[in-house]
């Protein structure tokens, strides 16, 4: 005779089983394909759409895209609104769910920000026709982190097929404050698709928290991408604007060897011109920077690395490269501080456990 019991614990397995079996779960541990024709298939498996993610899902989200709304900001005003700025003014303080802020081709002039009590924001333009979000405001003005044409405080952010632009001058070398940012990414669990960024010194303040890049073009001189951040950057163009001084990439500002940041970028590719472009310099000492599947043309500088004037800073970054490909990827002349990482030295940097994605991160969003 079968006890009561047994039957209860049969049932609610039977139960578990129905309900998980319509579950999919992302898998944060499985590495990034070395073969980019695999990488579209990878990210499909690992990034599943929202109605079949909801159980392993930050709490929070899950709530705020169940409730999803769009408004749209259109200059001939056929939408809600004109500006963008409009536009997320209309959003309250505390706001709880997905606003999909749809946005009409043109150049839209604004300085704008998305304060950290506006969490779940999404600016969306259609790809055939992307809207160009653009400013001028330089470090002298406004300091250079508040300098930025698009300023994110809130968690939760989305930007998909959208153009960020400063439009400042080009520093010379010798005039103060000219740096001029197009983005801060200072909210946590942010995530860009198919966008563009425009600038020169500073294009991108990668502040703090995690993020995440795919499919973006980041255009600059020196430090263009730079900050705290913990963000992982996948199949991106980091285009270098040389031929007049050396340019760097990358200035990761990691303060202690506790700090929980870094940048990882793979299977991105290195262009732009001339041949005297640094992946990265030693802005703090515990910097802490990867490349990995990446292709690099030979506008690198032959050594990749810089160590700021700090050759202190030699035994404490973490500069690693990772089967790169193209004339820039050649390691010899390589600076001696660059770690060439083996397969299990890698791996944390190439999986999306390390922005933990598999709470926050969705697929690109389609209206």
């Known amino acids: 005779m079968v006890s009561k019991t047994r039957i209860t614990i049969i049932n609610v397995a039977i139960i578990v089983i129905l309900f998980t079996a319509n579950v999919v779960l992302s898998d944060d541990t499985i590495p990034i394909p070395a073969d980019r024709a695999q990488l579209d298939k990878w990210f499909n498996t690992n990034v599943g759409p929202f109605e079949k993610r909801k159980a392993t899902l930050d709490h929070a989200l899950v709530t705020a895209e169940a409730h999803a709304e769009v ?73 250079t982190i508040e300098s930025a ?55 991108i303040c990668d502040d703090r928290h995690n993020h995440f890049f795919k499919d973006c073009l980041i255009q600059g001189t020196v430090d263009y991408i730079f900050g705290s951040g913990r963000s992982l950057y996948l199949k991106n163009e980091l285009r270098s604007l040389g031929a007049t ?6 200035a990761q500002a990691k303060h202690s060897e506790t700090d929980d940041t870094l940048y990882s970028f793979v299977h991105c590719d290195i262009t732009g011109t001339g041949h005297d472009t640094f992946l990265a310099r030693s802005w703090l000492g515990q910097s802490k920077v990867v490349f990995a599947y990446s ?44 770690k060439q990482l083996t397969e299990a030295e890698v791996k944390p940097f190439i999986t999306l456990g390390m922005i933990q994605a598999s709470k926050w991160l969705l697929p690109p969003p389609k209206i």
């Not at 839209?108 to 998305?114: F, G, L, M, S």
């Not at 989305?158 to 404050?177: E, H, L, Q, W, Y």
Request: proline share 6%; net charge neutral; glycine share 12%.
């Open 149 to 203: 044409t698009l300023i994110v405080e809130g968690d939760y952010f989305v930007a998909a097929n959208v153009i960020i632009s400063n439009s400042a001058p080009r520093p010379d070398g010798k005039t103060g404050g000219a740096q001029a940012v197009a983005l801060r990414a200072s909210g946590d669990k942010s995530t860009f698709y198919n966008c563009q960024f425009f600038g020169f010194q500073d294009t």
């Open 245 to 250: 001084g050396p340019t760097v990439i990358v």
């Open 71 to 143: 408004i749209k900001v259109m200059q001939d005003g056929s939408g809600e609104f004109k500006t963008i700025t409009d536009a997320i003014n209309s959003i309250p303080s505390g706001n709880t769910k997905r606003v999909i802020i749809h946005i009409g081709a043109g150049n839209y002039h604004e300085k704008i920000k998305i304060e950290s009590t506006k969490p779940f924001v999404t600016l969306y333009g259609t790809p055939e026709s992307m809207p160009n979000i653009t400013y001028g405001g330089t470090a002298k003005q406004y300091g």
């Open 295 to 338: 292709t690099m043309t030979d506008v690198l500088n032959p050594k990749a690395w810089n160590n700021d004037l700090h050759p202190e800073y030699e035994k404490t970054v973490y500069f690693g490269e990772y089967k790169n490909t193209g004339p820039g990827a050649n390691t010899k002349g390589r600076a001696p501080f660059t």
